[in-house]
């Protein structure tokens, strides 16, 4: 076989080199023997910096993979083991490298000397104004534990299906689309660009990295598109000393996929000897842990912890934002296809990106290697205080529902508690009303009228305007949106929880003074099929008062200095979260505090 029988696709990953680095033909050759470490050191081809005569060198090895066992046997058989045969093409056109690869990954020798293409450069070097996107994949900044965290929609012209209400607090991973007959496709975390053109020659493929090179020096602003709606990329060199993390949050699902893949074990390290495996559940426990957003940093000298015990530090560093934390550095992974993610579990979250940090900034998060701006956040103030209800009845309320621990011997709820206003204030607004203060509990009360379902979660709390009180009944509110529709087996269940006692009192669930718990269910399936049916979703909380979090509010929008602002701009990130899930759910969201 001859080089001019191989070909490829226009799809690579694009690299800039960083200020001061260079990369030499020992660091090439180091770079093929680690991206072939383990396999078989037999190639069908291995070419080391061949110099094209038009500005660009390439570097390429193709080879076998190790033979593996099938994920379906127990134990190894001889001759029956699977390989692949897999390439590493490497291009250096100036500044600029360009990765194409089959079964193989970048090697940490090389990488340590690239920085992907930025978020803003990329986009627009495939974007136009007459661009129509087919697909996009968007993650959520929002930090929340029960916030919707990716999505991704498909359609022949997105432009005609996404509202852009909500969509400042996504940005966007990756995007397919097309440019007049050419297709292209864009995964901005990899900084992989993809223009589906097959059947390119060694030389072909040269010349198709100078374009994009080329393109790329040519830039001169992102075209206002589809994808302007979304959260838009800030200066991070510029900004990152003048930034105070607030509060962090981890994401867990690259680790999960790892602990279903039957290859990959975890190991603890050991301070003398071998390390021990690790039991996957054992894993899991620990991840259930640790799988909520962690609030209120410290800051110690400048420097940041957070969690717990302080066990996690943010390091904000020129070159990015890292994690550091002693469990993640002593659990290692081994086993995952191509040696992808074998790493200790520390380096797996930072190399992938895996977290987000928000700061007293309110509207700025750092979120895979790129500071992210919610252009929207601040100039949705005025929305945002539509949805606060003064309620002069939550006023100088001593509790949540009863006095103590438990409710043994009550038949109603005491006077000055959370659950009596509730009761008294909304119930004659629906026909029936329920409280499912109960195991798997939906919401604290809710109300069942003609074409509407209301849930009302209560807090009582004797702080003033926590961001962390607002976050635990936020949190409660957010898991159970998609409750709001559910199946009738559901309500069937429910039905029977309903019409019980609550805990060990005399207070019935079903709080109504006509009608069953059969009825009210009847309504709620009548609703379901009632193109008209509305939802609300009500938070009622009296450690909040409208007066005060309004005139905050207006503050920060026109600038003015606040006092404890950091909280502040907490609370005003936990409230974008609730109404904008609410609104991706089609539920009305509706705060009730005091006055």
Not at 107 to 113: G, L, N, R, T
Not at 209 to 223: F, M, N, S, W
Not at 536 to 549: G, I, N, R
């Amino acid at each position: 076989m001859n080089l001019v029988d191989l070909r490829f696709t226009e799809c690579a990953y694009f690299y800039k080199l960083k200020d001061g680095m260079t990369i030499s033909e020992v660091d090439v050759r180091k770079m093929m023997r680690e991206v072939t470490t383990g396999k078989p050191q037999h190639y069908l081809f291995d070419l080391c910096r061949v110099n094209d005569g038009k500005g660009t060198r390439f570097s390429l090895r193709v080879f076998k993979s190790r033979k593996d066992k099938p994920t379906f046997f127990e134990r190894p058989k001889t001759g029956w083991g699977e390989q692949r045969i897999g390439y590493y093409l490497f291009v250096e056109c100036g500044s600029y490298v360009a990765i194409m690869k089959r079964y193989a990954t970048i090697p940490k020798v090389i990488a340590e000397k690239l920085n992907g293409i930025d978020y803003s450069t990329l986009m627009a070097l495939e974007t136009k104004t007459s661009s129509v996107f087919k697909k996009l994949s968007i993650q959520n900044l929002d930090g929340s534990d029960y916030a919707m965290r990716n999505k991704t929609y498909e359609s022949l012209n997105l432009s005609k299906n996404i509202s852009a209400i909500g969509v400042s607090r996504y940005y966007v991973r990756s995007v397919k689309g097309v440019n007049g007959n050419k297709q292209f496709a864009l995964t901005l975390n990899a900084s992989r660009v993809n223009e589906f053109e097959s059947g390119l020659t060694i030389s072909d493929v040269c010349g198709w990295v100078r374009k994009k090179v080329d393109e790329i020096g040519a830039l001169t602003g992102t075209p206002d598109t589809l994808l302007s709606a979304f959260a838009q990329p800030v200066s991070y060199s510029t900004t990152y000393t003048k930034l105070q993390p607030r509060s962090l949050l981890v994401f867990y699902g690259l680790i999960e996929s790892l602990i279903e893949n039957d290859n990959v074990e975890f190991h603890k390290k050991a301070a003398v000897g071998a390390s021990s495996v690790i039991d996957k559940k054992v894993v899991e426990r620990y991840l259930n842990l640790i799988s909520r957003a962690f609030v209120n940093v410290h800051d110690v000298g400048g420097k940041y912890y957070v969690g717990k015990n302080d066990e996690i530090e943010i390091l904000v560093q020129k070159s990015g934002i890292r994690l550091v934390n002693k469990t993640w550095q002593n659990i290692t992974i081994n086993g995952s296809e191509d040696g992808q993610y074998d790493s200790d579990l520390q380096s797996l979250i930072n190399a992938n990106h895996q977290f987000n940090v928000y700061f007293t900034v309110p509207d700025i998060v750092y979120s895979n290697r790129t500071l992210f701006k919610d252009a929207r956040l601040l100039t949705s103030i005025p929305q945002f205080i539509k949805l606060l209800n003064g309620k002069s009845q939550l006023d100088g309320l001593s509790f949540e529902k009863h006095k103590g621990r438990s409710p043994v011997g009550l038949s109603d709820w005491v006077s000055k508690s959370v659950f009596k206003i509730v009761e008294q204030v909304f119930m004659p607004q629906y026909d029936y009303f329920i409280c499912d203060d109960c195991n798997d509990e939906w919401a604290d009360h809710i109300g069942i009228a003609t074409d509407k379902v209301s849930f009302f979660v209560s807090k009582h709390k004797t702080s003033h305007d926590s961001a962390s009180d607002f976050q635990d009944v936020v949190g409660q509110a957010l898991k159970n949106l998609g409750n709001m529709t559910p199946s009738r087996a559901q309500l069937n269940e429910k039905a029977i929880e309903w019409a019980k006692k609550n805990q060990t009192s005399n207070i019935n669930r079903f709080r109504s003074s006509k009608g069953t718990v059969k009825d009210a269910v009847d309504l709620w399936n009548n609703n379901l099929m009632s193109p008209n049916y509305e939802r609300e979703m009500c938070l009622v909380v009296d450690f909040m008062e409208k007066s005060v979090f309004e005139r905050q509010l207006k503050d920060i929008s026109n600038k003015v200095p606040v006092k404890n602002e950091s909280e502040l701009f907490q609370r005003l990130w936990i409230l974008s979260s609730f109404v904008n899930s609410c609104l991706e759910y089609g539920v009305k969201p509706v705060i009730y505090c005091k006055n």
